[in-house]
């Protein structure tokens, strides 16, 4: 259960990339219904990655890293960064989104082009750590980092 929790979380984040690279694709075609739609797949995949993310994390506590010592403070950065910058996407995607519905595109352009490369980098991010720790983690069953 804890492997599949993991799983299905890195699988909805990678797919909430790949919604997101396709909507912004849609919108410089010009395409004004079918971005919102890939950008709204794009957020319920990123809710989805919290649920399951969550559910590990409660169930089963944290994973520590365990690799070679060398690698340790670059992969704290990343879970740093990572962590950061995914506690800003949730709050800057829901403000990026009710601007669109306003129709206030202006502003709904210029804090989009903050979001997708946070949100793509929040994406990649938790792929190498979730690659990162099939190898190297250490079950400590705690909620801690
Ligand atoms: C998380 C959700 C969303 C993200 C990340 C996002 C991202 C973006 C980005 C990056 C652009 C600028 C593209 C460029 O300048 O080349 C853009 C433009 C646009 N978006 Fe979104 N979008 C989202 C949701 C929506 C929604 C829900 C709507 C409609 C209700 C919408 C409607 C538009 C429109 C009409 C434009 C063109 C604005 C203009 O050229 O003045 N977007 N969006």
Redesign the pocket.
């Known amino acids: 259960m804890k492997e599949l929790l993991g799983l299905l979380a890195v699988v909805a984040i990678l797919l909430s990339g790949l919604a997101?690279v396709v909507?912004?694709v849609f919108?410089?075609r010009g395409d004004?219904v079918w971005?919102?739609r890939a950008?709204?797949t794009?957020?319920v995949l990123a809710a989805l990655f919290l649920v399951f993310y969550l559910t590990k994390w409660g169930l089963y506590g944290t994973t520590a890293y365990g690799g070679p010592e060398e690698w340790r403070t670059a992969y704290y950065l990343l879970l740093l960064t990572h962590t950061v910058l995914a506690a800003l996407n949730g709050p800057l995607?829901l403000y990026?989104?009710w601007r669109?519905?306003r129709g206030e595109?202006?502003a709904?352009?210029r804090w989009?082009?903050v979001?997708?490369p946070v949100?793509l980098y929040v994406a990649l991010s938790g792929w190498v750590i979730y690659l990162v720790l099939q190898r190297h983690g250490v079950a400590t069953g705690t909620i801690a980092f």
Request: hydrophobic fraction near 60%; glycine fraction near 4%.
């Open positions: 997101l909507g912004l919108i410089r004004r971005h919102p950008m709204l794009a957020t995607a990026v989104i669109a519905f595109f202006t709904h352009r989009a082009r979001l997708v949100w």
